[in-house]
């Protein structure tokens, strides 16, 4: 048994690639990359590769790795502009500023241990340093000298971003002298677990920060300051993180001052008691995982959304009063015992599970429909059994987990949209809906149960235009003369048996789906266009609508002695999923009365024979049908652009009618599941875009003429060894799905030289190659890579013209020559489509023919050889002179048989008679 040796990267991939893929690695990629041998150690090292990472990451190597070695990889990155490192010592920060002087991000993570920074000496190395990140050990302290900060804000007068954790001794940002050091270009300060005693001086000494965010102040690191009462900074937007020694904020100006913060955010303060915020530059107020946070007010600001139901488990006060207030989210906060007062333009409100009574609900929506103009209410989780509300400006409600509801009186005269989920076994909907006029918008989930077949609920001033039943204990559903209602889901209803839709004129859209309905009933809604009903098993289904567009998965699983009646003439899409009940005399009835079906879609329809399809069907979708032996045509349709066809018994013949009549018209096929009676396929589609093959395995040989083909999707199919492909996008072959293992055989004909990465990646186990190429010059360089990267390649057969008529003949002959060496000395014979060779009788020529050539193709060819011009040639074949048009494969031609050349003489000034003896006339593979 013998082994092919592995294929180098080298071998498959140019240097150009190569460049590109290293230019996306890190360092410690390169060094893995240069350690594999010699030949990558040299390419990482010429390539150039080094010399543009811009970004070095030392963190968790430089515990192994000595300074020395850093710096050397350090000699190689001049152009590093963020370096992160875990040490930084004195010493190394000069060496470090010569080797990489345009850092412009410097990350120090300080490990257990590590050494302190000094900030004067990286200060001094990068003036013009924009990002400094110090990091260190939770148990380790005074990192960074206590007027190091000072310096660093003095000089680098181009930072932007600062950031310190757990450095201990941060006194403030004033220099020997006190007075604080002014950074005018200083954005952002990010300080955690750090000694901040004068919060103040942090802000003063960077008049145009933006944000201020202090983390992880414990009561051990940050004792002095037990909130934010008097020392307030100037910055745009404050966080304050995991401060548990924050236990009240009074986010108040002093008399006659204005706060700069625009932005608050308390995240994870576990202390935090108390809020108190009035400032009119407020616009944005965060609170997160603050549960003993009891007391908030919030007055005069310009906020315009706020919640508080994430993490506040409990308020006793909450005061609310600004001139901008639109939302309010109080849920799952505890306001049982709670003083509240809203005041404001408020519009939404959400109280859901906020331990009030109904009572004070109703109290608290009658107040601010007077004071306010609110519109949206979200209530629930409450145990009362009867629910009041009255509101003249309410116009949204939802109502959820109201189990122990069991009867709503309310007046909404301008209630548009009722959402009411999981409610209580004794609600009657029917009342409810009595005293909402302008209700439009009806959702009801997990009810319990229903009033007989919600007739009733129907009531003559009705105006709904959507209602939606999910999960509901409904077991009939009667909708009558309701000409309001425009859209109807009924899904998931388990027990619900019965439907009739009768006389709703403006009902647009109708879906049943994973609702257990045996009868449906459709009369008189000349409007609907969509019907869905996927997983219902009917007993009897009626449908009739002169405007029905789309019906999705209909009667899926329609039991076979059903009754299945469809009277819609303006039907556009049809999808009938495993419909067991339908055989091919009830489809027949159906489709001939849908004369302007475009999408018709079959799946699992196992009774079903012959199918006769509309004539204006655009796409065709037949699946899992095992039974169906026949597709037939109407003689006027020619539209049809998508055909699916999975897991169905056609014939051979039956397939190649279909490709044959649409082959003009097609844009995608797919093909899946072929029965083994297809051993050779040909699809010749000149406007097919996407083809996909699946699963046919039986399948040996394929011929694709599709000269606008941008998808080829080709799987399952173990026995396909030969392949034809005409193609004008070479890039079709790079996105095959996977690559073809079987193929052994590939036919070619293209505009442009394929690349030989993408032969070698789609086709690894090819051996045979014919290759024709239009509009492009085979060259020897290409021939040599050709056959490196298809190392299985065997026989490679090419067109003579395509080693460029530019050279003239004398010239080709040579380059024929030198090509024909390199395949012998890769063990590969080699062949040409139109092959002439002198004989040695001096003026017969000795023909080898491809029969699908055209004459012109031959001419063109004795032109090279001869010198001959190609509109001076005339040829003759039994007596007849052959236009260049005609094709070869249209005169018949057999083994022997000469074809005569008529033509200057290129030495003589006379006309030369010179006999074409045709040696092979082959055929290419056509199915």
């Given amino acids: 048994m ?10 498959v991939l140019s240097p150009e690639l190569l460049i590109k893929i290293t230019s996306f690695l890190d360092w410690r990629s390169l060094i893995r990359l240069s350690s594999v041998n010699t030949r990558w150690r040299a390419f990482i090292q010429d390539c150039g590769s080094w010399g543009k990472l811009d970004r070095m990451d030392m963190t968790t190597e430089q515990a192994d790795l000595p300074w020395d070695q850093i710096l050397n990889l350090m000699n190689r990155t001049p152009v590093v502009r963020r370096l992160a490192v875990s040490t930084f010592p004195d010493l190394i920060v000069p060496q470090v500023a010569r080797l990489c002087p345009h850092i412009k991000e410097l990350i120090v993570k300080i490990p257990e241990g590590g050494s302190r920074v000094s900030l004067s000496a990286v200060t001094n190395a990068y003036p013009g340093l924009e990002v400094l990140e110090i990091t260190a050990a939770r148990s380790f302290g005074d990192l960074v000298s206590n007027r190091g900060t000072a310096f660093l804000l003095e000089h680098a007068k181009q930072l932007r971003r600062l950031v310190f954790r757990n450095v201990a001794n941060i006194v403030d940002f004033a220099n020997d002298q006190g007075v604080p050091v002014v950074s005018t270009s200083l954005r952002e300060v990010t300080i955690g677990a750090c000694a901040i005693p004068n919060l103040a001086s942090i802000t003063d000494a960077c008049p145009s920060l933006e944000q201020l965010h202090l983390r992880d102040l414990d009561t051990n690191s940050f004792p002095t300051i037990d909130g934010l009462d008097g020392v307030i900074p100037s910055c745009e937007c404050l966080i304050l993180e995991n401060c548990s020694n924050v236990r009240n904020i009074n986010f108040i100006p002093p008399e006659g001052e204005t706060l700069c913060v625009k932005k608050l955010c308390l995240l994870g303060c576990s202390n935090l008691e108390e809020l108190n915020v009035n400032s009119s530059a407020l616009a944005s107020l965060e609170v997160e995982v603050c549960p003993l946070l009891t007391n908030v007010a919030v007055r005069n600001t310009v906020i315009e959304e706020l919640d508080l139901s994430n993490g506040v488990s409990r308020l006793e006060y909450l005061n609310l009063d600004g001139r901008h207030f639109k939302s309010l989210n109080v849920s799952h906060c505890n306001l049982r015992d709670s003083g509240v007062q809203i005041s404001g333009p408020l519009q939404s409100l959400n109280l859901f599970e906020s331990g009030l009574s109904v009572n004070q609900i109703e109290s608290m929506v009658a107040q601010l429909s007077r004071t306010s103009n609110l519109q949206c209410l979200e209530i629930g989780k409450f145990s009362s059994r009867m629910l009041s509300l009255n509101s003249n400006t309410l116009e949204t409600l939802i109502v959820r987990d109201a189990s122990s509801v069991a009867s709503i009186d309310v007046f909404l005269p301008k209630l548009n949209t009722f959402i009411f989920r999981k409610g209580g076994r004794e609600l009657d909907i029917d009342e409810v809906l009595r005293n909402l006029p302008c209700l439009q918008h009806l959702e009801l989930t997990d009810m319990i149960s229903f009033h007989g077949d919600c007739r009733r609920i129907w009531t003559s001033n009705c105006q709904l235009r959507t209602l939606m039943v999910r999960r509901c204990q409904l077991n009939s559903f009667w909708m009558h003369d309701i000409p309001t209602i425009e859209s109807l889901t009924l899904e998931s209803c388990n027990k619900l048996r019965s439907v009739s839709i009768i006389g709703c004129t403006n009902l647009v859209q109708l879906s049943t789906n994973w609702s257990d309905v045996r009868q449906l009933v459709i009369r008189n809604t000349n409007s609907l266009q969509t019907l869905s009903t996927v997983n219902c098993r009917f007993d009897l289904i009626e449908v009739s609508s002169t405007s029905l567009l789309q019906l999705h998965e209909l009667c899926a699983s329609l039991a076979s002695d059903s009754t299945f009646v469809l009277r819609c003439p303006q039907l556009e899409f049809l999808h009938l999923d495993r419909c067991t009940g339908v055989n ?43 039974q169906l032996k026949e597709i037939h045509f109407a003689e006027n349709h020619t539209s049809l652009e998508a055909l699916h066809l999975y897991d169905t018994c056609l014939t051979h013949d039956a397939l190649k009618s279909l490709m044959l009549n649409f082959r003009h018209t097609l844009k995608s096929l797919s093909l899946g599941g072929c029965t083994n009676e297809i051993i050779a396929l040909c699809v010749d589609m000149p406007v097919l875009t996407e083809f996909n093959l699946e699963r046919c395995t039986h399948l040996s040989t394929l011929q694709m003429n599709c000269t606008n083909l941008s998808s080829v999707r080709i799987l399952g199919c173990p026995h396909l060894a030969s392949l034809l492909v005409k193609l004008s996008n070479l890039s079709t072959i790079s996105r095959l799905s996977e690559p073809l293992f079987p193929v052994q055989s590939l036919t070619l004909v293209t505009e442009r030289c394929p690349a030989a990465e993408l032969l070698q990646t789609g086709f690894p186990n090819l051996q045979t190659l014919s290759l024709y190429v239009e509009y492009d010059h085979i060259s020897i360089p290409y021939i040599s890579n050709l056959v490196d990267c298809c190392l299985t390649i065997r026989k490679l057969q090419v067109s003579e013209e395509c080693f460029g008529s530019l050279w003239g003949s004398k010239t080709k002959d040579k380059k024929m020559v030198v090509a024909r060496k390199v395949l012998t000395g890769k063990g590969i014979s080699s062949q040409s489509f139109v092959d002439i060779r002198h004989s040695t009788s001096g003026d017969t020529f000795r023909v080898n023919l491809q029969l699908h050539r055209s004459v012109s193709d031959l001419k063109k060819a004795i032109e090279l050889r001869t010198g001959i011009p190609e509109y001076a040639q005339q040829l003759v074949f039994r007596s007849r002179k052959i236009e260049s048009s005609t094709l070869l494969e249209t005169l018949q031609i057999s083994p022997n048989e000469t074809m005569y050349l008529m033509g200057p003489h290129p030495k003589k000034a006379k006309d030369q008679i010179s006999p074409l003896v045709i040696v092979e006339a082959t055929q290419l593979p056509c199915i």
């Fill in 584 to 626: 091919t005399e009830i489809l027949t009835r159906v489709l001939q009365g849908c004369q302007f079906l475009s999408t018709l879609k079959l799946f699992g329809c196992k009774n079903v024979s012959s199918v006769m399809i509309p004539p204006c069907v655009q796409q065709l979708d037949i699946r899992g049908m095992r």
């Fill in 2 to 11: 013998s082994f092919e040796p592995a294929r180098n990267s080298f071998d």
